[in-house]
């Protein structure tokens, strides 16, 4: 196999190259990067740097691949690189918050044996959401800004406050992989070969669980390529990740009285194979989510606002039916890919690439899920609470309650409308769940595709 280079000491790019399994060797260049234009364009400066990067390195071996990149945002003419100190990424993260902009970033792979060399340039537009200066010094308290062009993490707790990109996800966390593989594809390397070979008994082990079952939440035949046994572990994995951000609840009261609700509506819900765990954690944040394998967190702000045990059945009922559908591992699965799901079921894991593969999981979970799935899990949440006893109409009085109280307050960096939007067409859904008529106001602002509920 021919030796690989990375000229570059991004920790984001060694991790997105070890996540897919790519043996290489980190050369990191000291090349300084070129930040003027000079009458050129941004995608020629990326391409240039990457290009000096790259060169610097292969003048130093003999022989094999090397891959040099470089990163820049742009925003209203304006480039932004790493930061130089703390302040300098305050300020950087605040301008950029406040409007879109666009990342560059350049690829340049020398093949040192047959003397070529390809260039390549991936262009993402990112929107985020207004960050306080009070959410950036929390989010700097948690994340190194430093080694970051524009001071964030798409791929860590940087993705709860990026409403959206247009584009390839992987070139906001440094290295579009997509671009990455077919220049390397061009050099006539089979790269499939070099990403799968090391991990091809883990990943004969990983799909010797495959298997298609009925899935009763969805009403379709699902595939799916873990066990339950996985699943669990991969949300035990994650869950060691949050309780180290978190605290629990100090009230026992509270933490009883959700563990007494939570129960029931499991009780009554179509999955018994696993075991389900509810915690509440001192957040004033109006949310609440789950995590594979039967994990559901609330917020104690959440608490707070529900009128009753009604809203707070139908919240926890909701989370279930995401449990119940499996609809975080499905996304996981779909997104992360296989690696992400090996390094959370790994025997003995190395702990930096467990708490990296953990928060990438959480934070990837935390962005939300598809409309389909927010949609079913209202649909099965107004079932399961009306069969533990709850009146079901508590989730319209909820969610119409949180709607006026986030239309009152500045946008924040985790909310229940965060990772849970359309209410209006939800509001429906539970309505014709419940076998209830529909007015004019649960059709305004409903998303143009319709949903289909499965077939009971």
């Keep these: 196999?021919?030796?690989?280079?990375?000229?570059?000491?991004?920790?984001?790019?060694?991790?997105?190259?070890?996540?897919?399994?790519?043996?290489?060797?980190?050369?990191?260049?000291?090349?300084?990067?070129?930040?003027?234009?000079?009458?050129?364009?941004y995608t020629r400066m990326v391409k240039r740097n990457a290009l000096r990067k790259a060169r610097n390195i292969a003048s130093k071996v003999r022989g094999g691949i090397v891959i040099g990149a470089d990163t820049i945002t742009v925003q209203d003419g304006r480039v932004f690189g790493k930061p130089k100190n703390l302040k300098d990424a305050r300020r950087m993260?605040?301008?950029?918050?406040?409007?879109?902009?666009?990342?560059?970033?350049?690829?340049?792979?020398?093949?040192?044996?047959?003397?070529?060399?390809?260039?390549?340039c991936e262009k993402t537009k990112v929107y985020m959401d207004k960050l306080t200066d009070r959410q950036i010094r929390n989010y700097f308290s948690r994340v190194f800004p430093l080694d970051k062009a524009g001071s964030f993490d798409i791929q860590g707790l940087g993705a709860l406050f990026i409403r959206r990109i247009e584009g390839c996800f992987y070139n906001v966390v440094g290295l579009p992989l997509r671009r990455l593989y077919r220049m390397l594809k061009e050099f006539e390397i089979d790269v499939f070969c070099i990403l799968l070979a090391p991990c091809a008994v883990c990943l004969a082990a990983?799909?010797?669980?495959?298997?298609?079952?009925?899935?009763?939440?969805?009403?379709?035949?699902?595939?799916?390529?873990?066990?339950t046994d996985r699943e669990v572990q991969i949300g035990r994995s994650i869950v060691q990740q949050v309780d180290k951000e978190y605290e629990p609840v100090k009230d026992p009261l509270v933490q009883k009285r959700v563990d007494d609700i939570g129960?029931?509506?499991?009780?009554?819900?179509?999955?018994?194979?696993?075991?389900?765990?509810?915690?509440?954690?001192?957040?004033?944040?109006?949310?609440?989510?789950s995590l594979p394998g039967g994990y559901v967190y609330v917020n104690k702000g959440l608490i707070d606002?529900?009128?009753?045990?009604?809203?707070l059945a139908c919240v926890l009922a909701h989370e279930i039916g995401h449990i119940v559908a499996r609809h975080s591992i499905k996304k996981l699965q779909a997104i992360m890919g296989y690696s992400i799901l090996?390094?959370?079921?790994?025997?003995?894991?190395?702990?930096?690439?467990?708490?990296n593969a953990a928060d990438i999981a959480f934070a990837e979970i935390m962005t939300g899920y598809s409309r389909e799935d927010e949609l079913l899990a209202d649909q099965l949440a107004s079932r399961y609470a009306k069969s533990a006893g709850y009146d079901p109409h508590g989730m319209i009085t909820f969610l119409r309650k949180l709607e006026d109280i986030e239309r009152r307050k500045p946008p924040r960096e985790k909310?229940?409308?965060?990772?849970?939007?359309?209410?209006?067409?939800?509001?429906?859904?539970?309505?014709?769940?419940?076998?209830?008529?529909?007015?004019?106001?649960?059709?305004?602002?409903?998303?143009?595709?319709?949903?289909k509920p499965p077939s009971q």
């Design 1 to 41: 196999m021919r030796n690989i280079y990375l000229a570059s000491d991004s920790k984001a790019r060694r991790k997105l190259l070890n996540v897919f399994g790519l043996k290489f060797k980190v050369m990191p260049s000291r090349i300084e990067e070129e930040r003027i234009l000079s009458g050129s364009s």
């Design 93 to 120: 993260l605040k301008k950029l918050s406040q409007k879109p902009q666009w990342l560059y970033t350049g690829i340049a792979v020398i093949d040192k044996d047959k003397r070529k060399v390809k260039l390549g």
């Design 206 to 227: 990983f799909l010797s669980g495959c298997s298609t079952e009925y899935n009763i939440a969805t009403g379709q035949e699902e595939t799916y390529y873990y066990s």
């Design 263 to 289: 129960k029931k509506i499991v009780d009554v819900c179509e999955r018994k194979d696993i075991d389900y765990y509810f915690k509440v954690i001192e957040d004033e944040e109006v949310n609440a989510f």
């Design 305 to 311: 606002k529900v009128s009753g045990d009604d809203e």
């Design 342 to 355: 090996r390094l959370l079921t790994a025997p003995l894991p190395q702990t930096g690439e467990l708490g």
């Design 415 to 451: 909310s229940y409308f965060k990772t849970h939007p359309y209410v209006p067409d939800r509001v429906r859904i539970v309505k014709q769940q419940l076998g209830e008529g529909i007015d004019f106001t649960d059709y305004i602002n409903i998303e143009q595709n319709t949903y």
